[in-house]
């Protein structure tokens, strides 16, 4: 099973406007806003509608302002998925082969760039709502607000007021927990680390021509 749905979903979400808590709302947004830049190692696990673990990956995560990420998949399978906010690789070695996609607005109202300090869209995209009330350790549920998105709800949780872990949950009730460890908040990411070099001889999907 390829481990980079979670990373699709992340790019899935449309752009709606609409009301949302404000209260919770700007509660998640005092926590995220302060992240221009993050660097973390993670642990990804799919689970089935029942709870049964199909699948789990380990890496490295990376995310800067605006809309850069970098998703680098150590074990069990290699797998990287990149971009530096205008071009988007993904990169499966035991494929040999890369897929090039152009960025839209769709990666503003994504998780991922939540982290960066992007806060623009955040009412406009989900609606929010408190999960738990622990002082130092809440956790938001965001609802996205178009029907057709690919995941029914995102959970952040937060540890000592910064990001722990991220659930996704799509439509069918699968679930995608990635865990976060050795959080470093706003380092100095420089802009070579979110663009992809192809390496020769691998096949290219190119769908940016």
């Known amino acids: ?30 926590l995220l806003e302060p992240i221009n830049s993050l660097s973390a190692s993670f642990t990804q696990s799919i689970y089935d509608s029942g709870g049964y673990e199909l ?10 302002s605006p809309a850069k990420v970098f998703w680098h998949v150590t074990a069990p399978l290699e797998q990287q998925v ?10 499966d070695p ?11 607005n769709r990666i503003n109202t994504t998780p991922a760039v939540l982290f960066s300090g992007n806060l623009e869209s955040l009412e406009a995209s989900y609606e929010v709502e408190q999960k738990s009330f622990s002082i130092d350790a809440p956790s938001f549920l965001l609802t996205p607000r178009e029907n057709g998105s690919l995941f029914a709800t995102i959970e952040l949780q937060f540890a ?22 050795d959080l470093l908040l706003n380092p100095l990411l420089e802009a070579e ?11 290219v999907i190119n769908n940016v021509q």
């Open 1 to 30: 099973m390829k481990v980079y749905p979670a990373l699709i979903a992340f790019l899935a979400c449309t752009f709606v406007y609409g009301e949302t808590s404000a209260t919770d709302s700007q509660k998640l947004q005092s």
């Open 55 to 64: 699948d789990s990956s380990e890496g490295l995560f990376k995310v800067a």
């Open 82 to 91: 990149i971009s530096d906010g205008h071009t988007l690789w993904i990169y």
């Open 94 to 104: 035991d494929l040999d082969q890369v897929v090039i996609n152009k960025v839209d």
């Open 160 to 181: 000592t007021f910064n990001p722990s872990a991220i659930i996704i949950t799509d439509t069918l009730g699968q679930s995608t927990a990635i865990i976060l460890d």
């Open 193 to 203: 680390i979110f663009i992809f070099s192809i390496p020769s001889g691998v096949d």
